[in-house]
């Protein structure tokens, strides 16, 4: 892919979108992982200094992530503020019947998303989002959370070409080295969770994508199982809520 090419599409998407909402700049969820960095590169490209950036870990959170997206705001030069949701997160655990590990990671990434918005309030910024499309295609996010946002710049770019445009901007290798995880919960693995690596989920959503039959007969049929299964009963966390029209029944 001509990396070049997508950073410039890319900065000027940015720029944009800020323009035409009459915002100030873009507020980040920063979480200390490779999308959200490049992410922040992006933006400082685009708008400079018109970037806020939210580091909101809660007491599982990973302590290598908060400290990495300390550093890359330091190396930016990214305003930013460090908000831990522990407190508000054991109130809402307080009202929740018997909340386990993946209710905790969606009411942690719901929490987030609230205090995204509301800085975005407080600075006329734009809460920009940071979810990749292999992500998107699966649903592998949390509706009204981390799926939440007024517009995405890479949610179009497969995780493996995530990769390879951070490594044509040249971040910092320790992103592009971390295993990707959410960080929902203390040892928590996108991989893991998915079943196969992210090499082998992307060939398979692009097979799908581009109804490739032949590569589709080469790849694991349980990824390729997964992938629909998945694509398929996470389809609506892609789309607004859809409105029912009367008009047709009057």
Same mark, same amino acid.
């Given at each position: 892919?001509?990396?070049? =090419?997508?950073?410039?599409?890319t900065c000027?998407?940015?720029?944009?979108?800020?323009?035409?909402?009459r915002? &100030?700049?873009?507020?980040? %969820?920063?979480? !200390? !992982?490779?999308?959200?960095?490049?992410?922040?590169?992006?933006?400082?490209? +685009?708008? @400079?200094?018109?970037?806020? +950036?939210?580091?909101?870990?809660s007491?599982? *959170?990973?302590?290598?992530?908060?400290?990495?997206a300390? /550093?890359?705001? &330091?190396?930016?030069?990214? +305003?930013?503020?460090?908000?831990?949701?522990?407190?508000?997160?054991?109130?809402?655990l307080?009202?929740?019947?018997?909340?386990?590990?993946?209710?905790?990671?969606?009411?942690?990434?719901?929490?987030?998303?609230?205090?995204?918005?509301?800085?975005? $309030?407080?600075?006329?910024?734009?809460?920009?989002?940071?979810?990749?499309?292999?992500e998107?295609?699966?649903?592998? %996010?949390?509706?009204? !959370?981390?799926?939440?946002?007024?517009?995405?710049?890479i %949610?179009?770019?497969? @995780?493996?070409?995530?990769?390879?445009?951070?490594?044509?901007? =040249?971040?910092? #290798?320790?992103?592009?080295?971390k295993?990707?995880?959410?960080?929902l919960?203390?040892?928590?693995?996108? /991989?893991?969770d998915l %079943?196969?690596?992210?090499?082998?989920?992307?060939? !398979?959503?692009?097979?799908?994508?581009?109804?490739?039959k032949?590569e589709?007969l080469?790849?694991? @049929?349980?990824?390729?199982?997964?992938?629909?299964?998945?694509?398929? =009963?996470n +389809?609506? =966390?892609? @789309? $607004?809520? #859809?409105?029912? *029209?009367?008009?047709?029944?009057?």
């Amino acid at each position: 892919m001509d990396y070049e =090419k997508i950073l410039e599409i890319t900065c000027n998407f940015i720029k944009q979108k800020v323009k035409d909402a009459r915002a &100030e700049g873009v507020v980040l %969820g920063l979480s !200390g !992982g490779i999308d959200s960095a490049l992410v922040a590169h992006l933006c400082k490209k +685009a708008l @400079k200094d018109k970037i806020f +950036a939210l580091l909101m870990p809660s007491s599982s *959170s990973n302590k290598d992530n908060l400290k990495d997206a300390l /550093e890359l705001c &330091e190396e930016l030069k990214i +305003a930013y503020k460090i908000l831990s949701i522990q407190e508000i997160l054991t109130s809402f655990l307080e009202r929740c019947e018997q909340a386990d590990k993946i209710r905790i990671g969606n009411l942690s990434a719901r929490i987030r998303m609230a205090l995204l918005y509301d800085f975005s $309030m407080l600075k006329n910024f734009l809460v920009i989002g940071t979810s990749n499309k292999s992500e998107l295609l699966l649903g592998y %996010g949390t509706i009204y !959370g981390d799926l939440a946002c007024a517009f995405n710049p890479i %949610g179009d770019l497969y @995780k493996s070409e995530i990769y390879e445009f951070a490594r044509f901007l =040249k971040l910092n #290798e320790k992103f592009i080295q971390k295993s990707p995880s959410a960080d929902l919960w203390e040892g928590q693995s996108d /991989e893991s969770d998915l %079943g196969f690596s992210y090499d082998a989920i992307d060939k !398979g959503l692009q097979a799908l994508e581009k109804n490739d039959k032949e590569e589709l007969l080469k790849l694991d @049929k349980k990824l390729i199982q997964m992938l629909k299964e998945r694509s398929l =009963k996470n +389809a609506f =966390k892609r @789309k $607004m809520p #859809e409105i029912l *029209s009367l008009k047709n029944f009057q």
